[in-house]
């Protein structure tokens, strides 16, 4: 290649590296032009202050364990007698005062030794709880994933009483060390997240999942008295419901499982006297 006007000729080799140093040249202006850029709309954005959107991230969002340390004192303990907890992921922009909260599922022990056995897990005990858990699903923080509820307060309770944070018997059985106390566990847990600002709550949503499906609708109507008239509640149970069908064997199992289980746990005296009237223990 020759330039005209000027005696220099060039081959592939210089051509090629010409080519290099302007694009080398451009991409550097680009990048210069583009800090300067974002230093701008950061600055901008100290004096607005945050948006939704900037609290949002793609990385998956871990979040603590919380244990309510006041608890003990009411007796609100798990089946081995260690401290209930939860794990709070606060809202932000437009949720910061709406509340879903997401009861865990797990099954149930329907016995003293199916319950002794549970303890020690983390169905029954805080000792073996994560400390950090990964917010996924209804509890994402990724608008893609959960548009609905992704800049709500998102709360997980931890499930360690065995049937449906719903027994309440007053002494510990002694011989397997158990404490059957899942209303008050339920009690104060919520009582702790009214201090943390769910008493202000223009919105709650109470959810869960199999044993915390059902637990959801045992706890819907205290749920919704813990919020003012003017607050939108709901409740939503996912697979939370079981059928009161005869198994293949023509026996009616879940309904003599339930049966064990409230009969265990003396869940009964939870009810009202109206519905202890009307229904047996396994309904």
């Known amino acids: 290649m020759k330039w005209r006007g000027i005696g220099i000729k060039w081959g592939c080799t210089e051509y090629s590296l010409a080519v290099v140093g302007l694009v080398t040249i451009a991409v550097t202006v680009l990048v210069i032009m583009n800090t300067e850029n974002i230093d701008n709309i950061l600055k901008l954005r100290a004096v607005e202050g945050p948006r939704d959107n ?65 303890k020690k897990t983390h169905l029954g005990s805080s000792l073996y709880m994560e400390r ?74 109470l959810s869960g999942c199999s044993a915390g499906g059902l637990a959801s609708f045992l706890h819907c109507d205290n749920f ?20 009161d069908m005869k198994d293949i064997s023509g026996a009616y199992h879940i309904r003599s499982f339930y049966n064990e289980v409230v009969t265990t746990q003396e869940s009964i005296w939870v009810w009202e006297k109206s519905h202890i009237d009307q229904l047996t223990p396994g309904f």
């Not at 944070?165 to 404490?179: A, H, L, S, T, V």
């Not at 106390?181 to 702790?192: N, S, T, V």
């Not at 509640?233 to 079981?242: Q, S």
């Open 54 to 118: 900037d609290m949002t991230t793609d990385a998956p969002v871990l979040v603590d364990l919380t244990l309510v340390e006041s608890a003990a004192v009411e007796g609100a303990v798990c089946l081995d007698g260690t401290l209930p907890g939860y794990h709070l992921d606060r809202g932000f922009g437009s949720g910061s005062n709406s509340w879903l909260i997401h009861l865990e599922g797990g099954g149930w022990c329907n016995n003293l030794m199916s319950c002794a056995m549970r």
């Open 132 to 205: 950090q858990i990964i917010f996924s699903g209804i509890l994402s923080n990724k608008p893609s994933e959960n548009p609905d509820f992704y800049n709500w307060n998102r709360v997980k309770v931890r499930y360690c009483d065995g049937a449906s944070y719903f027994g309440d018997m007053e002494d510990e059985i002694q011989e397997y060390n158990i404490y059957f106390r899942g209303q008050r566990i339920w009690q104060a847990i919520m009582h702790d997240l009214l201090v943390k600002g769910m008493d202000k709550a223009d919105q709650g949503l």
């Open 224 to 243: 919704k008295e813990l919020f003012s008239r003017h607050a939108k509640v709901k409740c939503l149970g996912d697979a939370g419901l079981f059928m």
